[in-house]
C-alpha cells in the first residue's frame, strides 16, 4: 500500500512539474513573440475570467476527495453532480465575465479575448475526474492525460508562433489547455466504464461544505493573483501589464522547488507534533529557515542576473521588466512561508484563520496598488506585491493571539534561533 501511495505522489508531482516546464517554455515564446501591449492585453482582460473562476469552482475542488473516499459507493453521483453544478455555475460566469469587461472596455478586442479566454471556465469543471483518479490512487492515468495535454496545447501555441497569428489565437490558447484536458478526462473516464449522475439532493449537501471556500479562493485571487494586473490596465495601460507580468512570470518559474520542500517535510512535522512538541517546533523553525533563504539566495541571484535573464528570454523590448523583476523576486520568502505555514495550522487546529489573512492580504494588496502605481507605476505594484506578502503573513499574524506563536516562529527562523542546536537530537 506504502508503495502505491508514493507511486501515486510521483505521478501527481510528474503532472504538474511537466505541465509548470511546458507551460513556462511556450509562454516565453508567446510573451516574446507578441509583444508588451498584446501580451498585456491577454494578461489584463485574463485577470477578470481569473476572478470567477473560485466562483464557477463553487468550492468544490476543496472537498472532492475527501467526499469519493468517504462514499465509495457514492462516486457516480458526486462527479455527476459536481460536473452538472460547475458547468451551470461556470456558464453564468462566463456571461457575466464578458459583460464587465465588455462594459468596462469599449474596444471590440477586449470583448473578443474575453469570449475566447472564458472558456476556461466552463471546461476547468471536468477537473473533477482527475481528483477521482487521484482518490483511486492512479494518478498515473490522469499524469499521462495532463502530460498529453499539455503537448497537444504547446504544439498549438507553438503553430502560432509559426503561423504569426494574432493575440486571439494565443488569448484561446489559454482556455485550450482546460479544453484538451477535459475532453480527454471525460472520454477515459467513461472508456473505463464510469458512469455520472446527477442528484440535487447530493448538491445540496455538496454545496452546504463546499461554499465557503469559494469565498475564501476569491479572497486568495485579490490577494496573490489579479489585483495588480487589473489595476495596472485601469490606471495606466495594457503595456504596463504586459512588462509586469513577464517578471511575475519568471519570479513564479522556480518555486514548485520550495512546494517540494514543504510537502516532503509535511509529513515529518505531523509525526513530531504527536511525539515530541518541542522537536517539533524545531522542525517548523527549520522548515521556514530553509524556505526563507533559498528564496533570499534566490532573491540576490535573480537581482544580479535579472537584466540578462529578461534579455535573452525576452528580448530588448522587455527592459522596462528588469526593475520589477528584482523587486518582485522578493515576494517568494514571505509568499512561500505562508504556504509551508499550513503544516503549523493543521497539527494547531488554526485553518479557520486562513480565511482572515487571506482578507487582509486582500485588503492590503487592493489598498496598496492603489497608491503605489498611481505614482510609482509597474514598479510601484511590485513594491506592493512584496509588502502585501510581508504583511500578511509575517506582521498580521503578531495581532491576533492564536497566530502569535507562528509568527514568533517565523523570526525565531530568520534569525536562526534554535534551528541548529547541536546538543539537540534531530532524527525523527
Not at 472520454?187 to 458512469?195: C, E, P, Q, R, S
Not at 505531523?270 to 511525539?275: F, M, R, S
Amino acid at each position: 500500500m506504502n508503495n502505491k501511495v508514493t507511486v501515486n505522489a510521483f505521478w501527481i508531482m510528474f503532472g504538474r512539474v511537466f505541465q509548470l516546464g511546458l507551460t513556462f517554455i511556450t509562454s516565453m515564446l508567446i510573451t516574446r513573440y507578441l509583444g508588451p501591449a498584446d501580451y498585456g492585453k491577454m494578461n489584463y482582460v485574463y485577470s477578470y475570467i481569473q476572478l470567477f473562476i473560485p466562483l464557477a469552482a463553487l468550492g468544490m475542488n476543496d472537498i472532492v476527495v475527501k467526499e469519493l473516499v468517504d462514499h465509495k459507493d457514492d462516486n457516480d453521483k458526486i462527479l455527476g453532480t459536481i460536473l452538472v453544478s460547475r458547468i451551470c455555475s461556470s456558464l453564468i460566469c462566463m456571461f457575466c465575465s464578458v459583460m464587465i469587461v465588455s462594459s468596462l472596455n469599449s474596444e471590440p478586442i477586449y470583448r473578443t479575448i474575453a469570449i475566447l479566454q472564458s472558456f476556461a471556465l466552463m471546461f476547468q469543471s471536468f477537473e473533477c475526474l482527475m481528483y477521482f483518479y487521484q482518490s483511486k490512487l492512479l494518478s498515473r492515468k490522469s499524469g499521462t492525460i495532463y502530460a498529453l495535454a499539455y503537448i497537444l496545447t504547446a504544439v498549438y501555441r507553438l503553430a502560432g508562433i509559426f503561423l504569426k497569428s494574432s493575440v486571439y489565437w494565443f488569448s484561446f490558447g489559454l482556455a485550450l489547455d482546460f479544453i484538451v484536458l477535459g475532453v480527454l478526462l471525460l472520454a477515459v473516464y467513461l472508456k473505463d466504464g464510469y458512469k455520472l449522475k446527477f442528484s440535487f439532493e447530493t448538491f445540496k449537501y455538496l454545496f452546504s461544505k463546499s461554499y465557503h471556500y469559494m469565498f475564501a479562493g476569491l479572497l486568495v485571487v485579490l490577494y496573490g493573483k489579479v489585483t495588480d494586473t487589473l489595476l495596472l490596465g485601469r490606471m495606466i495601460d495594457e503595456e504596463a501589464v504586459g512588462y509586469y507580468s513577464a517578471a511575475y512570470m519568471l519570479v513564479n518559474a522556480w518555486p514548485f522547488v520550495l512546494t517540494a520542500i514543504i510537502d516532503s517535510l509535511n509529513p515529518i512535522i505531523v509525526e513530531t507534533h504527536q511525539e515530541n512538541h518541542e522537536l517539533y517546533l524545531k522542525k517548523i523553525k527549520q522548515l521556514y529557515a530553509i524556505i526563507f533563504y533559498v528564496s533570499i539566495v534566490a532573491a540576490i541571484a535573480i537581482g544580479v542576473l535579472a537584466k540578462f535573464i529578461i534579455t535573452i528570454l525576452y528580448g530588448s523590448a522587455y527592459e522596462a521588466s528588469i526593475t520589477p523583476l528584482r523587486i518582485l523576486s522578493w515576494s517568494t520568502a514571505f509568499a512561500y512561508l505562508g504556504v509551508a505555514r499550513t503544516s503549523w495550522m493543521q497539527c494547531e487546529n488554526k485553518t479557520k484563520y486562513e480565511t482572515l489573512i487571506s482578507l487582509i492580504g486582500a485588503i492590503c494588496s487592493i489598498c496598496l496598488n492603489f497608491v503605489l502605481i498611481r505614482y510609482l507605476g509597474i514598479i510601484g505594484a511590485s513594491i506592493a506585491a512584496v509588502l502585501t506578502q510581508f504583511i500578511a503573513n509575517f506582521v498580521f499574524l503578531f495581532f491576533v493571539k492564536d497566530l502569535r506563536e507562528n509568527a514568533m516562529l517565523i523570526g525565531d527562523a530568520i534569525m536562526l534561533k534554535g534551528v541548529f542546536d547541536k546538543e539537540d537530537n534531530l532524527n525523527v
